[in-house]
């Protein structure tokens, strides 16, 4: 049994559609929604622990429901950097896919739901994308001392995405 670690927390991160503004394909879309609503698209619960390697970062995100567009919401991504270390993430509920990506552009997907780990190998971009109607749920947990590297996600992005075409959930 995973334990919710919602609670206790020390820390909490929302994460809206304006802060995600380069990472969706479809500008038009997200314009369309700023326009009337800056929704969370994803709340992140972590307990704040020295940023030295005997430490581990563990943190739970909550990654709503929706779409921008025909694309399912996901959080921004990233690499990590000096170290480029693993990451553990165990799903807790829900149901989504984790978008694993070296830096060649090779990307994989894995499922991620209730009970089920990925592990992100060192070299590896991690995007979590929630496909289900309710909230996915995770837990991931990785040294404390890893860097972290949105830009290369922000000015490339990922190789895949996940949509929903004619009620199909998709890979493009
Ligand atoms: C996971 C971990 C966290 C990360 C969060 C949101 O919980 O990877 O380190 O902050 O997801 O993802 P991102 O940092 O890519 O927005
Ligand atoms: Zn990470």
Redesign the pocket.
């Known amino acids: 049994m995973i334990p919710n670690l919602k609670e206790p927390y020390g820390k909490k ?1 929302y ?1 809206r559609l304006s802060d995600l503004v380069e990472y969706f394909a479809d500008r038009k879309a997200v314009e369309a929604i700023l326009s009337r609503d800056n929704p969370v698209v ?1 709340e ?1 619960y ?1 307990h704040p622990v020295p940023p030295e390697g005997e430490h581990l ?1 563990f ?3 909550v990654l709503l429901s929706g779409k921008v567009g025909e694309e399912f919401y996901f ?4 690499f990590h950097t000096e170290p480029d270390g693993a ?1 553990v ?1 165990i799903g807790m509920g829900g149901t989504g896919v984790v978008l694993l990506q070296d830096r060649a552009g090779r990307c994989g997907e894995e499922t991620l739901q209730a009970n089920c780990v990925v592990y992100s190998s060192p070299g590896y971009a ?3 994308v929630n496909t289900s109607k309710e909230n996915l749920v ?3 947990i ?1 040294r404390a001392d890893i860097g ?1 590297d ?1 830009d290369t ?1 922000t000015t490339k992005g990922f190789a895949k995405k996940i949509v929903e075409k004619e009620k199909r959930i998709t890979t493009e």
């Open positions: 991160t994460r994803y992140v972590e970062i943190a739970t995100t959080t921004k991504g990233h990451e993430i991690h995007r979590v995770f837990l991931s990785c972290h949105y996600i």
